[in-house]
């Protein structure tokens, strides 16, 4: 395993991609040194030497350690082909117990991962914008550049906003986490609710708006939509982070205030011994 720090070794954590920080986890089974179970749509998998495997325990949740040779290894077609997941089952594979009470190491691994994709989802959201302005500064109609028109304009400005307040959010998560900051599980799941939707609306925006060539494979902004699509599943979906985030700051859940408003549609009303400014 010190092989891991140095890069000579390539481990991937078996646990479905869409896992959220604080969701179910994978539970496997041990007896005797060999790991039995499986895990659907693991990332890395493909690439690893070595699986991480969470495995239950009389006294909690473990770690071992499987090399990939024990495992059987089921790629999955995925919507992202720059992004591979497959199928991972064990049969009595040979592993190495490398920790105990492992849940909060998993968990805290799985809190980093949903706070570094929302830096990759901000890059995706970046590139869009820059792209498509970009291209509606070139592309001519009626005897004007496209980006001259009030109405692309505004969608341009909004999207804009939208990629600035993602980028501080993301920033934000990835500082907290870096120090130890008490907020970092706070940060995350504001970043990882907010940046996902930021980058999926991006990737359509630039598709829209370039056009006839935006929907051709020969441009690649298809291959952002599809990673920003799949993304946004990863490390838990948007509402279940906002969900957690609601948990976290004290909002009451299922009422609407974890999504910005009231079930009905109307004013949010405030937990009891609080204002709403």
């Known amino acids: 395993m010190a092989d891991l720090a140095t890069g000579g070794t390539t481990a991937a954590l078996a646990v479905p991609f869409t896992t ?25 998998a493909l690439e690893a030497d070595v699986l991480l495997v969470p495995v239950d325990e ?23 082909m720059s992004r591979q997941l497959a199928d991972v089952v064990l049969e009595a594979a040979p592993g190495t117990r490398v920790r105990g ?8 691994a799985l809190r980093t991962g949903a706070a570094m994709l929302a830096s990759e989802q901000v890059g995706i959201a970046s590139w869009c914008l820059a792209t498509t302005v970009e ?21 341009l400005a909004d999207l804009y906003v939208s990629v600035e307040s993602g980028t501080a959010a993301a920033r934000y998560a990835a500082a907290t986490l870096a120090v130890g900051d008490s907020d970092a599980e706070v ?11 930021v980058a ?17 494979w ?13 993304d946004q599943l990863a490390f ?3 509402g279940e982070h906002r969900s957690r985030l609601a948990e976290l700051v004290d909002l009451p859940v299922g009422s609407g205030e974890a999504d910005g408003g009231s079930a009905d549609g109307g004013p949010v009303a405030a937990p009891p011994g609080r204002e709403i400014s």
């Not at 920080?21 to 749509?41: K, M, Q, R």
């Not at 496209?146 to 505004?154: D, E, I, T």
């Not at 940060?187 to 939707?197: H, L, M």
Request: charged share 15%.
């Open 58 to 80: 009389s006294d909690g949740l473990a770690i071992y350690a499987v090399p990939v040779a024990g495992a059987r290894i089921n790629p999955v077609v995925s919507l992202d």
């Open 101 to 108: 009470d492992g849940e909060g190491s998993l968990r805290a």
């Open 218 to 230: 020969e441009h690649p902004v298809h291959l952002y939509l599809k990673r920003a699509k799949t």
């Open 236 to 238: 838990g979906q948007p």
């Open 200 to 216: 999926v609306t991006a990737a359509e925006e630039a598709l829209q708006l370039h056009g006839g060539i935006g929907m051709t």
């Open 20 to 44: 959220a920080p604080h969701g179910a986890l994978p539970h496997l089974s041990a007896t005797g040194g060999t790991v039995t179970g499986a895990v659907p749509n693991v990332a890395g």
């Open 135 to 155: 291209y509606l500064r070139e592309r001519r109609q009626f005897g004007r550049p496209v980006g001259s028109f009030q109405a692309l304009k505004h969608r």
């Open 187 to 197: 940060a995350t799941a504001v970043a990882a609710s907010y940046c996902g939707s």
